[in-house]
């Protein structure tokens, strides 16, 4: 997708190990958001940030973490990586409160 | 706490027919309700969306139809194509200080048979 990159695509991992996935912007948008789309559950909001080291809890935050050191990387990292944390997590990003999202094409990540 | 639900969770047309996606929200702060559209190993495209202030907004073959008291709104999409054929989210925001977080509905897959 234009201006927004998801890194890895795909990745395998054993159960209790740490992950970092990463979601580059070129579009310069001050707010990036992290979801994991799950059957049944739709996309479910992990973390967010409105801004250089500025972020917050969505509403399933456990076992997860992020960062931004800069305005274009956005990083989610698993603690320890549970089964259960097998999903497909997007990237998005917005312009603003009064735009839409762009989303990446996702990291599918398999705990093993 | 589902705060937008989807229904129905899968939906098989035929070419040509009317495909009618349905999502009920709880909460009635939600300023801003989109309509993503997903194809298989792809993230959500922004489709369609609607502002409460309006009951319909329709752009090609792709209608929103809103309705605020019921707190209901709903996907239309007329003549259904085989490349319409993809996962569709019902989503909304809340205003002020959200941050513009998005709340989605759980999804629908839609099956549009030639």
């Known amino acids: 997708d234009a201006g927004i990159t998801q890194s890895p695509r795909h990745k395998v991992t054993e159960t209790g190990t740490p992950v970092t996935l990463r979601c580059h912007q070129t579009?310069?948008?001050?707010?990036m958001y992290w979801y994991r789309q799950d059957p049944g559950h739709g996309l479910r909001l992990i973390h967010y940030?409105?801004?250089?080291?500025?972020?917050d809890k969505g509403e399933v935050s456990d076992g997860y973490s992020v960062s931004r050191s800069k305005t274009e990387d956005f990083l989610l990292t698993l603690e320890s990586a549970t089964s259960s944390q097998t999903s497909v997590y997007f990237c998005?990003?917005?312009?603003?409160?009064?735009?839409?999202?762009?989303f990446g094409s996702g990291t599918r990540l398999t705990v093993v | 706490q589902q705060q937008v639900k989807q229904s129905p969770q899968s939906l098989i047309v035929q070419k040509g027919g009317i495909s009618i996606i349905n999502c009920a929200y709880e909460?009635?702060?939600?300023?801003?309700f989109p309509w993503y559209q997903q194809f298989p190993g792809k993230g959500p495209a922004l489709l369609i969306a609607?502002?409460?202030?309006?009951s319909e907004k329709k752009e090609g073959r792709f209608t929103i139809s809103f309705n605020k008291s019921a707190k209901q709104f709903s996907l239309h999409i007329m003549d259904s194509q085989p490349g319409d054929s993809a996962t569709y989210f019902c989503?909304?925001?809340?205003?002020?200080?959200?941050?513009?977080?998005?709340?989605f509905g759980q999804g629908t897959i839609l099956t549009v048979h030639p």
């Open positions: 940030s409105y801004g250089v080291k500025d972020t």
């Open positions: 998005a990003i917005s312009a603003g409160v009064n735009y839409g999202y762009t």
């Open positions: 609607i502002r409460p202030d309006v």
């Open positions: 909460n009635t702060a939600f300023d801003y």
């Open positions: 579009e310069n948008h001050r707010y």
């Open positions: 989503a909304a925001r809340t205003g002020g200080t959200s941050y513009g977080k998005l709340t």
